[in-house]
């Protein structure tokens, strides 16, 4: 059975407040990591397919922003990601309320018995090859296995606003995943990340690496990764103290 959020934990809870850096003389923002909410996931939804997958360095490589129907594969499956309620948004914070969206991480709860990717139905050929370097990374090492848990968070791709990186939004969205995690009674969290920047980002969060994926390993699935910025993916986690 699909994993819900449980009622006894609202959405629209705030997870975390945080003050920014002074940049070009102007006063630091405030800002809150809150659940991101249905009136905000559209609008994060636009931000996700213009930024990220502009930014991310597979994305790219495997020319994804060229192919429509892996770019509606991958809206409809961050739709479906994002109904669960357990995805963050970070905004800029005046009088202690929401002002203006400037990033958000897609969360997502990965149970034990989940249902395979079945290959075969995934629409998109650049997004099928992303997804199988993403899963093959994935099933490098067993995290629940490891943390003796049945469930952990994971994600599906995190973006800041171009004017307000260099803020450590990034890391304040990785750190949100702790204490929403306590309140949804999961233990851990794990990502298989793709890029240097998010992988060092990981590293200074607290994340251990449980395996890597050398990317020129996916030629045996017909995938070329040649070229890519990065030359591995990361599966890395934490465990909730």
């Not at 994060?44 to 060229?66: A, V």
């Not at 093959?136 to 952990?152: G, I, R, S």
């Not at 949804?184 to 969060?205: D, H, M, N, P, R």
Request: with cysteine; hydrophobic share 35%; aromatic share 10%.
């Amino acid at each position: 059975m699909p994993w819900e959020r449980p009622a006894s934990v609202p959405i629209g809870q705030v997870w975390s407040r945080f003050k920014g850096r002074e940049r070009d003389g102007k006063p630091a923002h405030m800002y809150q990591i809150r659940d991101m909410d249905e009136s905000t996931r559209k609008i994060c939804l636009d931000m996700m397919q213009e930024t990220f997958i502009r930014d991310e360095p597979l994305c790219d490589i495997l020319g994804i922003n060229n192919d429509p129907v892996s770019i509606a594969t991958i809206r409809s499956n961050w739709e479906k990601y994002v109904s669960g309620n357990t995805s963050l948004a970070c905004f800029t914070e005046v009088d202690g309320q929401p002002k203006d969206l400037v990033g958000f991480n897609i969360v997502l709860v990965k149970s034990k018995d989940d249902e395979e990717e079945d290959f075969d139905t995934v629409q998109g050929e650049s997004w099928k090859k992303l997804l199988r370097t993403l899963i093959t990374a994935e099933e490098l090492y067993d995290v629940f296995e490891h943390y003796k848990v049945d469930k952990y968070l994971t994600s599906s791709g995190l973006t800041v606003l171009p004017e307000h990186r260099g803020q450590n939004i990034g890391a304040k969205l990785f750190e949100a995943r702790e204490p929403l995690g306590k309140a949804l009674g999961i233990e851990a969290t794990a990502t298989v990340f793709t890029a240097t920047a998010s992988q060092v980002l990981a590293a200074k969060c607290g994340y251990e690496v449980l395996a890597e994926l050398d990317y020129a390993e996916m030629k045996k699935y017909g995938i070329d990764l040649t070229g890519c910025p990065t030359p591995s993916a990361k599966l890395m986690a934490y465990k909730f103290k």
